[in-house]
């Protein structure tokens, strides 16, 4: 287990470069970092008590450890705020600075090894921040700024939140790390939820792990629900290899069009032009009319074919929306008739979602299993006398 960005830090932090250059290039600016650094800093004296490491050794200790697995040169500095009774922490990263609040009885009901776990976490949160030229730090920024906006749109929701929890994810790991083993992260995390003073690692994991088996998700809020990360941390430290795609198809899953966020989005963009693309590289299926119905969906040469890469797995929204994708194609010129409905059934079936286009086809044109399939069989000649009769 170690402490690296997961694949979908990368691509967000792509997709928003990409997207949304101007916001990236002002989060990414000194301005406004040292304007947020100093609203942080009168915050946490407004609100918090400061616990210095003369009589808190334990919790300066624990970040000593920290910095030294992270290689983190940073000022860390703990404050106990001032209300709360759930057992808690955060991280307020500034330049240089990791300032951790701790709310609850958070000193009273963790032990040495448990506190390493808290503070690994937060200070893993830190080093996320800091790496590269801060790119994670103004992607999660960027997406909190616009996540709470009023009317953003659903894709950036989407990602805020997974972008988020896939955060919580590395921070475990990073709890994890800096305590020495899964057990003390468990133990902090069930803590957490339940205030309990003590707590057994390996019963909370076998709870966890039946929780998963009836089909839990990850949930919908900043963090993974408590069961899911622990899940993730016990199955992950079994099998290395396999933990980040664990990560991935519980906290991302499938592409959906129910929950797409920007990077699934992006993706299916590019599926939905080499679609469009294969359709219109066949001259028979390629009018005027058809052209400039395509032209509609995207600026650019649409007929510039790219390699056709669908989601994996293909949900069964997406296979629908690419099957009316196709369906539209297919019926904007009423002069290409069957042969257009029979080329692009082919091309839906070639690419793995024929059954999903017939279903389609079938609701929307009102034919019959038996005529579709007829129509299928009729398709090589209704091609051959097409080409025959050329251009009209």
């Known amino acids: 287990m170690t402490l690296e960005p997961l694949s979908y830090h990368h691509e967000v932090v ?150 988020e929890q896939m955060t919580e994810v590395v921070a475990d790991r990073g709890g994890c790390l800096v305590a020495g083993d899964v057990a003390p992260m468990v133990r902090c995390l069930a803590k957490t939820i339940s205030g309990l003073t003590t707590v057994d690692a390996e019963s909370y994991a076998a709870q966890a792990a039946d929780v998963m088996r009836q089909g839990a998700d990850a949930g919908e809020g900043t963090h993974p629900e408590t069961f899911a990360r622990v899940h993730l941390l016990v199955e992950g430290a079994r099998a290395p290899a396999q933990a980040d795609a664990l990560v991935d198809a519980l906290i991302r899953g499938p592409i959906r069009m129910d929950a797409l966020d920007l990077v699934g989005q992006l993706a299916l963009v590019a599926t939905t032009r080499a679609l469009i693309g294969v359709c219109l590289a066949e001259p028979l299926l390629a009018t005027e009319r058809v052209r400039a119905h395509a032209a509609e969906f995207f600026e650019g040469d649409v007929s510039e074919q790219g390699p056709v ?72 000649s209704l091609e051959e006398r097409a080409r025959a009769q050329g251009p009209s």
């Not at 609203?39 to 490491?53: E, I």
């Not at 600075?97 to 009273?108: F, I, Q, R, T």
């Not at 099957?323 to 080329?343: E, F, K, R, S």
């Open 14 to 163: 792509a997709a928003l470069r990409r997207e949304e250059p101007g916001l990236w290039e002002w989060f990414a600016s000194d301005e406004v970092e040292e304007a947020f650094a100093e609203r942080v800093r009168l915050d946490l004296l407004k609100s918090t008590v400061r616990l210095g490491r003369g009589q808190h050794g334990a919790l300066h200790e624990a970040a000593d450890a920290a910095k030294a697995a992270f290689d983190l040169d940073v000022d860390v500095r703990f404050y106990q705020a001032a209300a709360g009774v759930e057992i808690n922490a955060g991280l307020c990263h500034l330049p240089g600075e990791a300032h951790v609040v701790l709310s609850g009885p958070v000193l009273d009901k963790l032990d040495a090894l448990e506190l390493r776990a808290l503070v690994g976490h937060e200070l893993a949160h830190q080093k996320l921040l800091t790496l590269g030229d801060g790119e994670h730090r103004i992607a999660q920024q960027l997406l909190r700024s616009i996540a709470d906006h009023h009317g953003a749109a659903p894709s950036y929701l989407f990602t805020a939140q997974r972008l």
């Open 309 to 380: 890469v669908l989601p994996d797995p293909l949900h069964e929204s997406v296979a629908e929306y690419l099957a009316y994708v196709l369906l539209d194609l297919a019926t904007v010129d009423p002069d290409t008739g069957d042969l257009a409905i029979g080329l692009v059934d082919r091309v839906a079936t070639e690419h793995g979602f024929g059954n999903a286009f017939e279903a389609v086809a079938r609701k929307e044109l009102r034919r019959s299993k038996k005529a579709v399939a007829e129509l299928r069989a009729q398709l090589p």
